[in-house]
């Protein structure tokens, strides 16, 4: 099961574990999960705690809570630095797609009036973009 490496063999992996053993082998636990989604891991947590009644005490002697929180914040950090990269290419693609829509159309004859007011831009922005 330690080599499915996903939230349901952890799981499970939790499930025939006994809490002793779980102390003796919890940085397996937290390698299985590493590779999941922040949702994932998120709701693994919430999981977790929920099937130990008296967790309070192992997470206190394992200092499980901590490692919980770190790979939340992990995720959590990795899952916006994604997003505000996904957010900076599409701006790139958009802008690179309207500078080669302002030169074809302006290769097709267009003047840059009549370009700027197709674009709803200002004259401007497309002599900026005839100009990269």
Avoid: H
């Avoid at 709701?43 to 192992?58: A, P, S």
């Avoid at 802008?95 to 003047?111: F, H, P, R």
């Amino acid at each position: 099961m330690k080599s499915i490496r996903n939230a349901v063999a952890a799981v499970f992996y939790v499930e025939n574990s006994s809490p002793q053993e779980l102390l003796f082998s919890i940085d397996e636990l937290f390698r299985i999960i590493a590779d999941e989604n922040l949702e994932v891991v998120n709701e693994f947590c919430n999981w977790f705690y929920n099937y130990f009644d008296g967790i309070d005490e192992i997470a206190v002697n394992t200092g499980l809570s901590n490692k919980f929180q770190n790979i939340l914040e992990e995720k959590a950090m990795f899952a916006t630095k994604l997003e505000a990269y996904k957010k900076e290419l599409l701006a790139e693609v958009r802008e690179e797609g309207v500078a080669e829509t302002i030169k074809k159309l302006k290769s097709n004859g267009y003047s840059v009036e009549k370009i700027a007011s197709m674009l709803n831009m200002s004259k401007d922005d497309v002599l900026s973009f005839l100009n990269k």
